[in-house]
């Protein structure tokens, strides 16, 4: 994908640790084209907010990679 869109590579998100620690993201791959439109869908504790989070800086992924344009 040349010249902007979103890219996700590996996310992952986990909350608290030890025997309580939740993964809330497991190794989430996504790409989205500059213009595109996506819709998140999903049942209650799937991730979507946490993603979405994540995507919008509000949270730091525990592990992997967001690239945003081209940065």
């Known amino acids: ?3 902007g869109g979103i890219r996700i590579e590996g996310l ?3 909350y608290g640790k030890g ?3 939740v ?3 497991k190794q989430v791959d ?3 084209a500059p213009g595109e439109v996506v819709g998140l869908i999903g049942p209650s ?5 946490t ?21």
């Open 23 to 25: 993964d809330a993201l």
């Open 45 to 49: 504790g799937s991730g979507k907010s």
């Open 1 to 3: 994908m040349e010249g």
């Open 51 to 71: 993603l979405l989070k994540c995507l919008g800086a509000v949270i730091e992924p525990t592990a992997g990679r967001i690239i945003l344009g081209n940065e």
């Open 30 to 32: 996504m790409r989205v």
């Open 19 to 21: 025997e309580t620690a």
């Open 12 to 14: 992952h998100k986990r």
